[in-house]
C-alpha cells in the first residue's frame, strides 16, 4: 500500500478538492463567506432605518447585531466537532442552507422580536461557515500553496467589512433595508449549487468520522453548555457594556461573572475529556497560541476601525453614509491587491517575519491618524484605511497559514475553529475597546478644557470678545452676538475634546498592532516548499 504525503501530515487522500482544480474551490468556498462577513456590516449600517420601520427605539435595534454575535459565537466554537461528527462538506451546506433560509426570514420580518428571532437562526447558520471553508482549504492545498489559498479565502474575510458599510448605505438609502437580508439568498443558492458540484468530503475524513459513529459519540454536553453560556455572556457584555455603565450595571457585572466562571470551568473540564467539543490542548502549542493572539488583535483592530472611523467621519466631519463608506473602499482596493503577492510570499519567506511587517504596517496606520484635525480631508482618512489595508494581508494569511504548522490532519477542524473565534471574539473585544476609550476620554478631557473656559479666565474672555464682534459684524444685536459667542465657544470646545478622545483611540489601537510584533518573533520557523516524500 502506498502513501504518498507532505510535510505537515498533508495527503491527496485528505484533499476536498477531488478531480478538480484546487484554487476553483477556494473561489468557491469563500463566497459564503464573503455573503457572512458582508451581512455583519451591512446590517450594521441599516440600524437607523431598522429602526424607523420597526418603529423602536435605536438602543432596541441594537439586538439585531447583540443576538446574531452571540449565536455566531457559540456555533463557531464547537463547529470543529460538529463538522467532525456531521462531515464537512455536509456540515458546511446545512450552515449556508440554514443562513439563506434566516435571511429569507429577516428580510420579511415584521417586529423587533420577530427579526431578533431570526437573527439568532442566521447566527448559528453562519457561525460554522467559516471554520469548515478554512479547513476544506487547509486539506485541499498541500502546505507550501496554503498561502496563495488562504489569499482567495482572505479576500472574503478582509474586504467585505471594508466594503460593507458603503453597500448598506447605498442599499438602505435606494431601497429598504429587508433587501440587506434578501440580497443573501442568491448567493446562499449560488453557494450550495457550487459546493454541491464541486467540493468533495475528503476520503481520510470520512474514515474517521465513521470510526468516530463506530466507537459510539461521546457528546460533551458540559462542555458545550460551558462554551454556550460563556461566550454568549461574554458577547452580551462586550456589545451592551457600554451603553449601560458596564460594571455600574447589575445586568452587565452578572452576565461578566457567568461568563467568566464558565471560562475558567471549562479549561480543567476540557483538558480531562477524551473527546471535548473544544480543544484546548490546541492553545497549548506555543505556535498555536501566538496565531489564536495575533488573530485576536488583527479582528480587534480591522472591526474597530471599520466602525470608529465612519463614525469619526459622520458624526464630526458631517459625512454622509455613502460618503463615509467610500473612505474605507480604497484599503479594501488595496488588500485586493496585496493578497495574492502576499500569498505568493508566504510559500518563501517565514510567516513570522511577514507577521512583524503586517503589525509594523497596521501599527503605523494607526499612528497616522493620531495626527487628524478638525480640517482633515478626505485624503488624509483613505490613507490612513490604505495603510491599513496593505497591512492586513501580511497578518492574515501568514497567521492562518502558521496556525495549521504541526496540527495533526484529524484536529483542523478544531484549528480552524479556535483561530475564527480568535477574530470574532477580538473584533468584539477591539469595538468594546474603542468605544469606552472614547467615552472615558472624552469625560477626561472635557475635565481639562472646560477649566480653560471660566469666565475669569483671560483667554476665554478675549475669545468671546472677538466671537462677539464677529457676529455683531454679521448683523446680530450685542446681546444675540454675546449668545452665540458662549454657544461657538461650546461647540468648538466639544469638537476637540471629542477630537482628543478619538486620537486617543487611535494611541491605543497602535499600542495593540505594537504587542503583535513580539509576538510574531516568539513563533517557530516552519519548513517551506517542502517536497513530497513517498514511502
Same mark, same amino acid.
Given at each position: 500500500?502506498?502513501?504518498?504525503?507532505?510535510?505537515?501530515?498533508?495527503?491527496?487522500?485528505?484533499?476536498?478538492?477531488?478531480?478538480?482544480?484546487?484554487?476553483?474551490?477556494?473561489?468557491?468556498?469563500?463566497?459564503?463567506?464573503?455573503?457572512?462577513?458582508?451581512?455583519?456590516?451591512?446590517?450594521?449600517?441599516?440600524?437607523?432605518?431598522?429602526?424607523?420601520?420597526?418603529?423602536?427605539?435605536?438602543?432596541?435595534?441594537?439586538?439585531?447585531?447583540?443576538?446574531?454575535?452571540?449565536?455566531?459565537?457559540?456555533?463557531?466554537?464547537?463547529?470543529?466537532?460538529?463538522?467532525?461528527?456531521?462531515?464537512?462538506?455536509?456540515?458546511?451546506?446545512?450552515?449556508?442552507?440554514?443562513?439563506?433560509?434566516?435571511?429569507?426570514?429577516?428580510?420579511?420580518?415584521?417586529?423587533?422580536?420577530?427579526?431578533?428571532?431570526?437573527?439568532?437562526?442566521?447566527?448559528?447558520?453562519?457561525?460554522?461557515?467559516?471554520?469548515?471553508?478554512?479547513?476544506?482549504?487547509?486539506?485541499?492545498?498541500?502546505?507550501?500553496?496554503?498561502?496563495?489559498?488562504?489569499?482567495?479565502?482572505?479576500?472574503?474575510?478582509?474586504?467585505?467589512?471594508?466594503?460593507?458599510?458603503?453597500?448598506?448605505?447605498?442599499?438602505?438609502?435606494?431601497?429598504?433595508?429587508?433587501? /440587506?437580508?434578501?440580497?443573501?439568498?442568491?448567493?446562499? *443558492? !449560488?453557494?450550495?449549487?457550487? #459546493? %454541491?458540484? $464541486? &467540493? @468533495?468530503?475528503?476520503?481520510?475524513?470520512?474514515?474517521?468520522?465513521?470510526?468516530?459513529?463506530?466507537?459510539?459519540?461521546?457528546?460533551?454536553?458540559?462542555?458545550?453548555?460551558?462554551?454556550?453560556?460563556?461566550?454568549?455572556?461574554?458577547?452580551?457584555?462586550?456589545?451592551?457594556?457600554?451603553?449601560?455603565?458596564?460594571?455600574?450595571?447589575?445586568?452587565?457585572?452578572?452576565?461578566?461573572?457567568?461568563?467568566?466562571?464558565?471560562?475558567?470551568?471549562?479549561?480543567?473540564?476540557?483538558?480531562?475529556?477524551?473527546?471535548?467539543?473544544?480543544?484546548?490542548?490546541?492553545?497549548?502549542?506555543?505556535?498555536?497560541?501566538?496565531?489564536?493572539?495575533?488573530?485576536?488583535?488583527?479582528?480587534?483592530?480591522?472591526?474597530?476601525?471599520?466602525?470608529?472611523?465612519?463614525?469619526?467621519?459622520?458624526?464630526?466631519?458631517?459625512?454622509?453614509?455613502?460618503?463615509?463608506?467610500? /473612505?474605507?473602499?480604497?484599503?479594501?482596493?488595496?488588500? *485586493? !491587491?496585496?493578497?495574492?503577492? #502576499? %500569498?505568493? $510570499? &508566504? @510559500?518563501?519567506?517565514?510567516?513570522?517575519?511577514?507577521?512583524?511587517?503586517?503589525?509594523?504596517?497596521?501599527?503605523?496606520?494607526?499612528?497616522?491618524?493620531?495626527?487628524?484635525?478638525?480640517?482633515?480631508?478626505?485624503?488624509?482618512?483613505?490613507?490612513?484605511?490604505?495603510?491599513?489595508?496593505?497591512?492586513?494581508?501580511?497578518?492574515?494569511?501568514?497567521?492562518?497559514?502558521?496556525?495549521?504548522?504541526?496540527?495533526?490532519?484529524?484536529?483542523?477542524?478544531?484549528?480552524?475553529?479556535?483561530?475564527?473565534?480568535?477574530?470574532?471574539?477580538?473584533?468584539?473585544?477591539?469595538?468594546?475597546?474603542?468605544?469606552?476609550?472614547?467615552?472615558?476620554?472624552?469625560?477626561?478631557?472635557?475635565?481639562?478644557?472646560?477649566?480653560?473656559?471660566?469666565?475669569?479666565?483671560?483667554?476665554?474672555?478675549?475669545?468671546?470678545?472677538?466671537?462677539?464682534?464677529?457676529?455683531?459684524?454679521?448683523?446680530?444685536?450685542?446681546?444675540?452676538?454675546?449668545?452665540?459667542?458662549?454657544?461657538? #465657544? %461650546?461647540?468648538?470646545?466639544?469638537?476637540?475634546?471629542?477630537?482628543?478622545?478619538?486620537?486617543?483611540?487611535?494611541?491605543?489601537?497602535?499600542?495593540?498592532?505594537?504587542?503583535?510584533?513580539?509576538?510574531?518573533?516568539?513563533?517557530?520557523?516552519?519548513?517551506?516548499?517542502?517536497?513530497?516524500?513517498?514511502?
Amino acid at each position: 500500500m502506498t502513501d504518498t504525503t507532505q510535510a505537515g501530515g498533508w495527503s491527496p487522500e485528505r484533499s476536498a478538492a477531488g478531480g478538480h482544480n484546487p484554487y476553483l474551490i477556494a473561489f468557491v468556498v469563500s463566497i459564503a463567506t464573503f455573503m457572512e462577513v458582508l451581512d455583519t456590516t451591512i446590517a450594521n449600517v441599516a440600524l437607523r432605518h431598522i429602526a424607523g420601520g420597526l418603529a423602536v427605539g435605536i438602543d432596541e435595534s441594537t439586538y439585531v447585531i447583540t443576538s446574531y454575535l452571540v449565536a455566531n459565537a457559540i456555533v463557531l466554537s464547537i463547529s470543529g466537532w460538529l463538522a467532525t461528527v456531521i462531515g464537512r462538506k455536509r456540515f458546511y451546506m446545512i450552515c449556508v442552507a440554514t443562513f439563506s433560509v434566516a435571511s429569507l426570514l429577516c428580510g420579511f420580518a415584521w417586529s423587533l422580536e420577530s427579526l431578533v428571532l431570526f437573527r439568532i437562526l442566521q447566527g448559528l447558520g453562519g457561525g460554522g461557515m467559516a471554520t469548515s471553508e478554512q479547513a476544506i482549504l487547509a486539506d485541499s492545498f498541500p502546505p507550501a500553496k496554503r498561502g496563495q489559498a488562504f489569499a482567495i479565502y482572505g479576500v472574503a474575510v478582509v474586504v467585505a467589512p471594508v466594503i460593507g458599510p458603503t453597500l448598506g448605505g447605498w442599499i438602505t438609502d435606494t431601497y429598504s433595508w429587508h433587501w /440587506v437580508f434578501l440580497i443573501n439568498v442568491p448567493m446562499g *443558492l !449560488l453557494s450550495l449549487f457550487l #459546493v %454541491g458540484s $464541486l &467540493v @468533495s468530503e475528503p476520503s481520510g475524513a470520512e474514515e474517521e468520522r465513521r470510526e468516530l459513529l463506530r466507537n459510539g459519540i461521546r457528546v460533551d454536553y458540559v462542555g458545550f453548555a460551558l462554551v454556550a453560556v460563556g461566550l454568549g455572556s461574554l458577547e452580551f457584555v462586550l456589545d451592551e457594556g457600554q451603553r449601560n455603565d458596564w460594571f455600574g450595571s447589575n445586568m452587565i457585572l452578572g452576565f461578566a461573572l457567568i461568563s467568566a466562571f464558565c471560562l475558567l470551568a471549562l479549561i480543567p473540564w476540557e483538558l480531562t475529556r477524551k473527546d471535548p467539543i473544544v480543544d484546548l490542548r490546541l492553545l497549548g502549542r506555543r505556535q498555536f497560541a501566538a496565531c489564536f493572539l495575533v488573530m485576536l488583535g488583527t479582528g480587534a483592530v480591522l472591526i474597530s476601525t471599520t466602525q470608529i472611523l465612519p463614525q469619526l467621519l459622520q458624526a464630526e466631519l458631517d459625512y454622509t453614509a455613502m460618503l463615509a463608506g467610500l /473612505v474605507l473602499s480604497p484599503g479594501g482596493i488595496f488588500t *485586493l !491587491l496585496m493578497m495574492p503577492i #502576499v %500569498g505568493r $510570499l &508566504v @510559500s518563501i519567506v517565514q510567516p513570522k517575519y511577514l507577521i512583524m511587517v503586517g503589525a509594523t504596517i497596521v501599527m503605523l496606520s494607526m499612528w497616522h491618524l493620531t495626527g487628524l484635525t478638525e480640517d482633515m480631508t478626505y485624503g488624509y482618512a483613505a490613507w490612513s484605511r490604505i495603510f491599513l489595508g496593505m497591512g492586513l494581508p501580511f497578518l492574515f494569511l501568514p497567521v492562518t497559514t502558521a496556525s495549521y504548522d504541526g496540527v495533526p490532519p484529524e484536529k483542523t477542524n478544531q484549528a480552524s475553529a479556535l483561530i475564527n473565534v480568535a477574530r470574532n471574539i477580538g473584533g468584539s473585544m477591539g469595538v468594546a475597546l474603542a468605544q469606552t476609550v472614547l467615552a472615558q476620554r472624552q469625560q477626561f478631557h472635557q475635565s481639562r478644557l472646560v477649566e480653560h473656559a471660566a469666565p475669569s479666565d483671560i483667554g476665554y474672555q478675549q475669545t468671546i470678545d472677538a466671537m462677539t464682534r464677529y457676529f455683531q459684524a454679521q448683523g446680530s444685536n450685542a446681546t444675540d452676538a454675546a449668545s452665540q459667542a458662549i454657544a461657538w #465657544v %461650546g461647540q468648538t470646545l466639544q469638537r476637540q475634546i471629542d477630537f482628543l478622545a478619538y486620537i486617543d483611540v487611535f494611541w491605543t489601537l497602535a499600542v495593540i498592532g505594537a504587542l503583535m510584533i513580539p509576538l510574531a518573533l516568539s513563533m517557530r520557523s516552519i519548513e517551506l516548499n517542502a517536497p513530497a516524500r513517498g514511502h
